[in-house]
Every structure is written in C-alpha cells, then in structure tokens.
C-alpha cells in the first residue's frame, strides 16, 4: 500500500468505496474537487468473479477480508443480528454483495409523524429527492416498468425494461389475481440490456457475487470513472482507525493503517465518512477525544443508537408440478400493496417478493434422502424443484435500544474495540410479519401449494439509522445535508442517516442522497459538473 | 435412571444419545489425501452416487470435492483416511481395484449404503469405524458430488448457479 507524499492532504476525503463512497467519488470529481477515498479492503477486478462464483456455491464468502479478526464483532439484545455475510471489504463495498433490488421510498414513507403520528419525520421529503432517484437510477443502471400501483410518482422513466417475470412468477400471478394483490415487475440495477458498457444479465444465478459486472456495483459504475476524470484517487487496504480534530473543532486528518499496521495520515478540507451503518458509527466512536468523549459527532448521544433493518421471513409451499426454480439468482416479481396503507401506526408496513429461487438444492436433497445408486438420482429428481417461496420485508420502527456500541473487551485485527450490536423486533414489527405470513401462506394456498410453512425469523443486511439525519441537533446527528451538527467540515453518507427504515431496500435511497450531498458539498466549492 | 428416560422421554434421550455417541468431526489439521487414498474414496463413491463407474468430468468433480474438503476443512483429511484405510483392509487389496460388482457387494456387507444411522447403533462399543464411514464420510461424498454439475444434470439443468447461460431460459418450463 505505497502512498505518494503529494496524497496526503486532499479537498475531500472519502471513507469506503461502497454504494454512497463510490458515488460521492464520481460526483465530485467529475466537478474537478479533489477526492481520495479510503477503502479498507482490496480491488476485487472482475476477472477474478469466475472464481468467485464458484467459491461462493461451496458456500465459501469470497469478499471476506483475509485480515484475521478485522471484521470481529460482538452481539446482544433478543435477536443476534449476524454480520458475516451482511458485509464485504474492498472496492464497491456493499455493492459487490447486495441483491440489486432498487426500489425507492414511498412519500409517506418521509414523513411517518406527520402521516401516521409514529417515529419521525425526514427533513427532506420525497419531492426533493424524487430527482435524484431519478439520477441514481440512470447511473446504476436501472431495470424496471412503472407498474407498481403503490410507487409515488416519478418524473422519468426506468433506463432500462424489466426483466421478464419467471415462470414460477405465473403461478404466484394466477393466486394473486383471485385475491385482488396486485404482482408487478421488481426494480433492479442490473442489465436487461447492455447497458453503460456492462453486459446484459447472463442468469449465472450467483448475484452474491455477478460474474459478467451485469449488476451494478460501483467498483465498475462509478470508481473507474471518478479516476479517469484525474482528481480522484482510491487508496485500497487503507482502514481508517480515527478522525483527528484540532482546537476550532475542525476535522482535520484521518488515521489509517494497512496490514502492516503501521499508521498514515491524510487531512483534508472536507471529510465523508461512507463506511455502512456499524462501521462509520464505530468510527466515531473510536474518534472520542478530550473535547468529544463520547465520539466524534456525538454530542446529541445518537450516534449508533436507533440502528435498524429490515426482518424478513420465507414463507414456502411445495407444488406438485415442478417450477423450476435456481435458474437466475435474483427475483422479476413482488408486490408493494401492503407497503403504504393506513394502521400503519399500529403495525409495519411490508412487502412481498416472490422468490424464483426456493427450496432445497440438489446437493441438500441428496446426503438425506437414504437412497445410493441408480436410485439416487431419480430421487433428488422427484424431490427437486417444487418448492415455491414468498419473502417478506417488513418496516421495523427506530428504537433507541437497537445499537451499535464499543465492546473493549474484544479486539480487531488493529487492537480497537470492536462493534457491539444490539438488536431486537417488538410488537410493530411482530405485527406486520404475523399479517404478512397470513397473506403469503393464503397466495400459497390458492395456487394449490401444499405444506405451507414459515422459515425462521431473518433480517436484511441493511444497516440504517446509526446517525440519523434531522433539523435539531439535540435530536439527530446529520442535517438535511448530511453534515454533521457538530462538526462542519464532516460528511456522513449511507443508511446510517435514515430516520425511519420503510420496508424497501435501502440502496436507491443511498445512492439519491449521496448525489444530493455531493451536489451540495460542489456548492460549497461552487464548482459546475464537467459533464 | 437410563431406562426411566428412554421410556418417559425418548426424544430427549435420542438427543443425549446422538449428542454423546454420534461419530463427529475430529479437530485435526487439514492436509493432502495421498494418490491411492483418492483412489479408493472415488471408487467408493462411485458406487455410492451413481451405482456405475464414473466418467472422467464425473471422478473429477469428485476429486475436486474431496482435495478442497481435506485441504480446508479440520477433520475431513482424518476422515477420509479413516474411510479409504478400513475399505483397503476389508478388501484385502486396494479398493479402488475391485469392481464395480465386487466393491457394492462388499459395501452392502458392511452396510455402507445405510447411512441413516440409528440412535441404538451409537450405543454400541465396536464397530465405531464403520460408523464413522457411514454417518460422515458416506452422506459427505453424496453431498458434494451433489453439489456439483453432476448435481444439476441429474435434475436435467444445463445452466446451473456458477455456470452463466441464456438470460430468459428461467422464463418457461425447461426444456
């Protein structure tokens, strides 16, 4: 990890590569400001995604970091939110992993106590950022067709057409139709057609990790990019251990090591902290000093508090006929009925994907099924492929015992405290799964599926709300902006600044509000785009 | 106290009994399977997967399996071992040498294409070689050649996850 001297001090510093670091990196400088982004993983080149994807069906996580202990964490509170295979170090951060569903927040959805006298409102509304999901999906690249009854109105149309529904997704239309849900297309980043010099969608069904770059992630849509424009630079295998401030409570360097642990420091004008939910809350955490003993930002006491995701629960049946699932790796099909409606106030909003992918694989059925021989086959024949799923997101509500803290007791690969997650559903929540599970299980059962059951309780790998954004700093730890209350010349970017979580996928909104900051960090500079 | 339990609470007692005397995973260290040891748990596996011998993109996923379990895996080098060790004993030559007929003789035998292991035969002090074969090493082989192509193929999948094809062949019914 050589670091030219001339790299040390920069306009504006950018911490992960991830969905709101990539982005951020491409938006400033295109405008000509000069950005370093920090990434704490390596470059994962797209060559090496064949190999990937085949270590990825032996079950192995390819974007795990090789650093022993560095992604070490510790967890509490009545459901162990896990972290394993919710995270990836390395150019694209979360992108590399997520499953490209790229829905947008509803209109109400900003404005929660206004609506339904529950949580909080955002202070920006739907109307100000509907623009900038409209960006955000031209730069992800954006499958989809306008035919959600419940979406709030867009201004522009999807980049790119749908994917085509599945076969299975006929027989989830077929039940749907006799009970009056509506089944429409599943917005995603990734190729319907070529598009932004990516390929068109292969189906290699293993969208963990893609192996052709048809699903967005933004060490292929926007880090190359940035570095062609000449002002940005990406620094990899550079984990920032600590922000400095000086005496006027400016922020003025960032601490960072590689494997050889030895430190660097990078100061800059501006800094933007991109590091996912638990991460950049830890960050500031672990930035206390004399001045901010509670962490950087940190006044209002919130950062970390009112981390929040998505519980999820499979509901599944098996069919008689097959339906052929496996054969991509990501879902044409959903409905958003249920995501905005009234009794809101008493239990969650949710929506419903219906998987293309269910049931157990040939490799599961086969060690217990009992049979060896020429007898083997034809079971795990029979067996597979006739299991239909249903998966359900729903909104949880921010709650202040739902965090992310120190634990010192416990030590990374770089000696600091690693981060604590405490984490819990309540009522609201149960709420919306129990009534979810009831819809699922009654589509299962008018599409003849039999054996119809619920999985274990789950959550998405969306971490939200650890540094909430809000007009009173007493009450919030980023403004409308992004920027800190505390701290003027820190950006903090991502999930981590939503009041509230919806129940669609986070992405969209990240990316929308990412290219807003930068926007707005470009006024700051007044600097037109180049392009 | 034992007979009480079986009798009041057989569920309970089948989960102390597996808990306590099911054969498990050792924590030995992984490494490299010899030629002859490969050999051996191919040709088992042979019969255990497909009930013929297997071609040679067959044998290779097979090897594939096994190389990356003993490499990466604690126990699994052990097991396996243990497993191509007894099979050689108990065919008095190597195993891999034997045919087809001979070598599902000798593993119906020896019960090695039960390997739905039974509570009671945990309890039981001798035969815990054997056991091992037939309750890790034996649904770990079917697994793993599950788990790849050979896997798909036998559910008539021509594209399968890791393996890219036509975009909208998930749109109908295979063909």
């Known amino acids: 990890m050589a670091v030219p001297d001339e790299v040390r001090e920069t306009e504006v510093c950018i911490i992960g590569a991830g969905a709101a670091g990539g982005i951020m990196a491409l938006e400033l400088a295109r405008r000509g400001i000069r950005v ?126 749908p994917f085509p529904m599945s076969f299975s997704d006929g027989f989830f239309a077929g039940a749907c139709r006799k009970l009056g849900i509506a089944l429409h297309h599943l917005p995603q980043a990734r190729n319907s057609l070529a598009y932004a010099g990516r390929s068109q969608c292969r189906a290699c069904g293993t969208c ?50 590689g494997a050889d642990r030895s430190e660097r420091r990078l100061s800059a004008r501006i800094f933007v902290v991109a590091a996912g939910g638990v991460e950049t809350a830890r960050l500031l955490l672990l930035s206390a000093a004399p001045d901010s003993p509670r962490g950087l930002a940190n006044r209002s006491g919130l950062v970390g508090r009112y981390f929040t995701s998505h519980p999820m629960i499979d509901v599944t049946g098996r069919m008689a006929a097959a339906v052929y699932p496996y054969r991509i790796g990501f879902s044409t099909a959903m409905s958003g009925q249920f995501a905005v409606r009234p009794g809101r106030q008493r239990r969650g909003a949710f929506f419903l994907e219906f998987l293309n992918s269910a049931g157990p694989l040939p490799g599961e059925i086969a060690p217990v099924s009992g049979a060896w021989g020429t007898a083997l086959a034809r079971r795990v024949k029979a067996e597979f492929g006739r299991t239909l799923g249903i998966r359900i997101y729903a909104e949880q509500l921010p709650d202040a015992s739902n965090t992310v803290t120190l634990n ?7 000696g600091n405290p690693v981060p604590h997650i405490t984490y819990g559903i ?64 820190l950006y903090l970017v991502g999930g981590g600044s939503f009041v509230t979580a919806s129940s669609s996928p986070p992405t969209l909104t990240i990316a929308a509000l990412a290219i807003r900051t930068a926007e707005h960090i470009a006024e700051v500079y007044r600097r037109p785009p180049s392009c | ?93 190597p195993f891999s040498s034997l045919s087809l007929e001979q070598r599902t003789g000798l593993m119906k035998q020896h019960g090695f294409t039960d390997y739905d292991v039974r509570i009671r035969e945990c309890l039981l ?16 082989l079917i697994g793993g050649y599950y788990f790849s192509p050979a896997g798909w193929a036998a559910v008539g999948y021509r594209a399968f996850p890791s393996r890219c094809g036509e975009l909208t062949r998930y749109t109908s019914a295979e063909a």
């Open chain 2, 125 to 140: 002090p001798w035969g815990r070689e054997a056991l091992a074969v037939r309750a890790l090493a034996v649904p770990d």
């Open chain 1, 408 to 414: 010192a007791g416990v030590r990374d690969y770089f």
């Open chain 2, 1 to 93: 106290m034992l007979a009480l339990l079986v009798l009041w609470r057989p569920q309970r007692f089948a989960q102390v009994v597996s808990r306590r005397f099911k054969p498990r995973l050792d924590a030995t260290a992984p490494g490299v399977l010899s030629t002859s040891e490969m050999q051996t748990l191919v040709a088992f596996a042979a019969v255990l997967v497909e009930g013929r011998e297997l071609d040679a993109q067959e044998a290779s996923y097979m090897v594939e399996h096994i190389t990356d379990k003993a490499g990466k895996t604690p126990g699994y080098l052990a097991l396996y071992r243990k497993t191509a060790d007894l099979l050689d004993r108990l065919a008095g030559a």
């Open chain 1, 36 to 161: 370093v982004v920090l990434e704490s993983g390596p470059r994962h080149d797209l060559a090496r995604r064949r190999d990937y994807s085949r270590r990825f069906v032996k079950g192995e996580n390819p974007w795990e970091s090789p650093l022993a202990g560095i992604d070490r964490y510790t967890t509490g509170g009545s459901v162990g939110y896990r972290l394993e295979w919710n995270r990836a170090r390395g150019v694209g951060g979360s992108t590399l992993h997520w499953e490209g569903t790229t829905l947008r927040l509803h209109a109400e959805d900003f404005r929660m106590r206004t609506v339904h006298g529950i949580a909080e409102d955002w202070p920006i509304s739907y109307e100000e950022i509907e623009p900038y999901y409209g960006k955000a999906e031209r730069a992800l690249g954006v499958a989809g067709a306008p035919d959600d009854p419940w979406a709030s109105p867009r201004s522009t149309a999807f980049p790119l057409p």
């Open chain 1, 208 to 257: 963990h990790v893609c192996p052709t770059g048809a699903k967005a992630s933004t060490d292929l849509t926007h880090i190359p990019q940035a570095v062609a424009t000449g002002h940005a630079e990406i620094v990899t295998d550079a984990t920032v251990l600590r922000l400095e401030v000086d005496r006027s409570n400016q922020l003025r360097s960032a601490v960072y090591a």
């Open chain 1, 426 to 489: 309540g009522s609201y929540e149960r709420a919306a799964l129990r009534e979810a599970e009831e819809i699922a299980a009654k589509i299962l059962a008018a599409l003849g599926a039999e054996d119809i059951r619920s999985g274990p309780l789950g959550y998405a790998a969306h971490q939200l709300g650890t540094h909430r954004m809000g007009g009173d700093p007493a009450q919030s730890v980023v403004n409308a902006n992004l920027r800190a209350h505390d701290v003027p010349n």
